[in-house]
């Protein structure tokens, strides 16, 4: 059995990088635009990361842990929307904090900021949705 539960522990982990690739693309997509056009990198890091959580929260429940949580996933669980929100709103702001510091305080380039952030806020991610927000 130990085996079979490694498996589908892996399975969801390669199912979560499947939703976060899509998620990141989400989020890049829109902070380039919205970098592109001019608004500044607070402002678009906050839009485009929002983006990026509203496509993950519907993607993660449905597909990633549907085998967890309220009514096999289909049914809508009120409080594990606020632990999602929560999550991200911290990951948000941990976001937010590194990539002003990488860009104002060290001077890396906003967007390899943006792409060292994200490695480290994946991570995060996956832990607290794993562990809280999708027991």
Do not use: C
Request: hydrophobic fraction near 55%; aromatic fraction near 14%.
């Amino acid at each position: 059995m130990p085996d079979k539960a490694w498996s589908a522990g892996f399975i969801q982990f390669l199912k979560f990088n499947a939703v976060g690739l899509l998620n990141t693309l989400v989020d890049f997509a829109v902070f380039t635009l919205l970098h592109s056009i001019g608004v500044y990198t607070t402002p678009a890091q906050i839009i485009s990361y929002s983006a990026g959580t509203a496509n993950s929260f519907v993607w993660n429940k449905k597909v990633t842990f549907r085998d967890r949580g309220n009514a096999g996933g289909e049914g809508f669980d009120r409080m594990q929307l606020v632990r999602f929100i929560v999550l991200n709103l911290v990951v948000l702001g941990i976001s937010v904090l590194l990539i002003h510091l990488l860009t104002d305080r060290l001077g890396i380039q906003v967007l390899i900021a943006k792409v060292l952030v994200t490695f480290i806020t994946v991570i995060i991610n996956f832990f607290g949705s794993r562990k809280w927000v999708f027991r």
